[in-house]
């Protein structure tokens, strides 16, 4: 490699970094001020912000776990389905994973359970923090 192709290697790996950072602190903001505003009660359900709380911890971990399954999904389907031919279970889970029909049926109802978390979220976190 010459020194050019380094220095362009080299600024890529610190544009990763960034937007690693800036994402991570994006994130963690929004998480803040989501948890700050259930428990200051501008939730726009009415309940107990312990019991708030709880739900949105619940939702959170729910859509982490359901988007992490997606992507395990479609790295997947790249996978090689003899690989696993000689642990029977293993194999039959990847045919499944991996057809059309199923494949589609499982990122659709990702999707659908995601969609609802977000609105178990919404409803959870701020409603009427910036009314005047």
Same mark, same amino acid.
């Given at each position: ?10 600024? &890529? #790996?610190?544009? *990763? $970094?960034? +937007? &690693? ?10 998480? !803040?001020?989501?948890? $700050?505003?259930?428990? /200051?009660? &501008?939730?726009?359900?009415? !309940? /107990? ?9 619940? =939702?959170?971990?729910?859509?982490? @776990? ?11 389907? #790249?996978? *090689? ?7 029977? +279970?293993? @194999?039959? %889970?990847?045919?499944?994973?991996? #057809? %059309?029909?199923? #494949? ?9 359970? =995601?969609?609802?978390?977000?609105? !178990? ?5 701020? *409603? %009427?923090?910036?009314?005047?």
């Amino acid at each position: 490699m010459s020194s050019r192709d380094n220095e362009c290697a080299d600024f &890529y #790996k610190f544009l *990763d $970094y960034a +937007r &690693y950072t800036f994402s991570t602190v994006i994130t963690l903001a929004a998480l !803040g001020l989501i948890i $700050y505003c259930i428990s /200051h009660g &501008y939730a726009a359900i009415s !309940g /107990h912000p312990v019991i708030l709380l709880i739900i949105f911890v619940i =939702v959170t971990v729910l859509l982490a @776990y359901l988007e992490g399954l997606q992507i395990a999904i479609m790295a997947l389907e #790249k996978q *090689d389905r003899e690989a696993f031919k000689h642990l029977p +279970r293993s @194999y039959h %889970n990847h045919v499944l994973a991996t #057809k %059309n029909h199923g #494949k589609k049926c499982s990122t659709v109802s990702c999707r659908e359970t =995601v969609l609802c978390g977000i609105c !178990g979220v919404c409803l959870c976190a701020i *409603d %009427n923090i910036f009314d005047v």
